[in-house]
């Protein structure tokens, strides 16, 4: 089969959509070698994380013309001049004008966010969004949801029918399948200037990952037992302004370190594992990747019983409400309590029920058996 891809984010984010493009293109190249992979793609990278994806292996498709909406729309003429057997939107998208192409397709919509959460993005993008979601869901011949709980929301905002849907989970990067012994963890982060006790959050800084609420519940926990919070990831906007500001308003300034611009696979798999706990009371999540990450790395995780993170923790994490401040503080003081025992404990049986459920080696098949179907 020749099968294309809707590259942009393989090659341009470093962050969940960017992951996800990566893992599957790369497993389904690794263990499907008979196919043929095509990249379509204005820009490419040569990150690190992105750079094999340059090399031979693969075909970079470029723009055959220079009109700015080639991937909305233009990018059908080159679809349909590939002669490819499939083509898949990674992220969202399908250009108009792909059922003329007479290319089978796939969509995979991660989740819904700007309805779920829509004060995080302006009325024009979420008008942008609601149509390009809509003709994806319509035109596409199978969609594929990350999670139960994303693909609830797919029937719920969009009416599609569910036979529609077929639930792929979002594979784990391989690198966290190789523990990271802890001494090297702490090599890692020490570079950074931080402590080896510490409570990780990572994600951006928006109201939906709910970083306000992690940070309350630090203010909660007695000064003898207080440890810093390192936030990995970035963000700006009123809402990094309201964090900002709480943290000045509680006094704990001096127990909080944002690290932005942390893109290595391996430095995030260290800071996870030198951890004490990962706090992630998330809003909502098309699937959770961090809560997944954090446990394959031993670390204790506190996050929300809401969307899709229990599918995402199972029974390995501690839930709350993510609404209450107060549970989200009374769960980190047992998490920073474990001893090396308990961690062990909770998080080696997740180890292997995670190799089971998220393995790229598992999922790429089921990858494989849908593109087969159409």
């Not at 970035?234 to 990094?240: A, D, K, N, T, V």
């Not at 229990?310 to 390995?316: F, I, K, Q, T």
């Amino acid at each position: 089969m020749r099968i294309g891809f809707d590259a942009k984010r393989l090659f341009r984010n470093f962050t969940g959509l960017g992951n996800y493009s990566r893992t599957l293109v790369g497993n389904l190249k690794e263990r499907f070698t008979e196919n043929e992979y095509l990249l379509f793609a204005e820009k490419t990278s040569d990150n690190a994380e992105a750079i094999d994806f340059l090399s031979e292996k693969y075909e970079i498709v470029r723009p055959s013309s220079k009109s700015p909406l080639w991937r909305a729309k233009g990018m059908c003429r080159d679809i349909k001049a590939t002669n490819l057997d499939i083509y898949h939107g990674l992220s969202h998208d399908m250009p108009f004008g792909i059922a003329k192409t007479g290319v089978k397709s796939v969509v995979t919509i991660h989740d819904v966010c700007y309805k779920t959460f829509p004060d995080m993005f302006p009325l024009v993008e979420r008008l942008i969004y609601g149509v390009k979601y809509k003709h994806s869901c319509k035109v596409s011949d199978k969609i594929i949801a990350i999670s139960e709980s994303t693909k609830s929301d797919i029937v719920k905002f969009f009416g599609v029918d569910s036979s529609k849907i077929e639930v792929i989970y979002q594979a784990i990067n391989p690198q966290f399948y190789e523990m990271m012994p802890l001494d090297e963890a702490r090599k890692v982060v020490d570079k950074y200037g931080v402590s080896s006790d510490y409570i990780l959050y990572v994600g951006s800084i928006n109201s939906r990952k709910n970083l306000l609420g992690v940070i309350r519940a630090l203010a909660t926990i007695e000064l003898d037992k207080r440890v810093p919070l390192v936030v990995i990831g970035g963000g700006g906007g009123s809402y990094h302004k309201k964090c900002m500001e709480e943290i000045e308003r509680l006094d704990v300034a001096g127990y909080v370190e944002i690290i932005e611009g942390v893109s290595s696979m391996r430095t995030l798999q260290a800071f996870y594992t030198a951890a004490r706990c990962m706090v992630y009371p998330s809003f909502y999540e098309g699937f959770g990747l961090p809560v997944t990450e954090a446990i394959l790395s031993m670390c204790p995780v506190v996050t929300s019983n809401v969307s899709s993170l229990p599918e995402a923790g199972g029974s390995y994490a501690f839930y709350i409400d993510p609404y209450d401040d107060n549970q989200i503080g009374q769960a980190v003081h047992p998490a920073l309590s474990l001893d090396q025992t308990d961690r062990d404990e909770l998080t080696f049986p997740a180890r292997a029920a995670g190799r089971l459920t998220f393995n790229a080696d598992t999922l790429t098949l089921h990858d494989e058996k849908l593109y087969q179907s159409l």
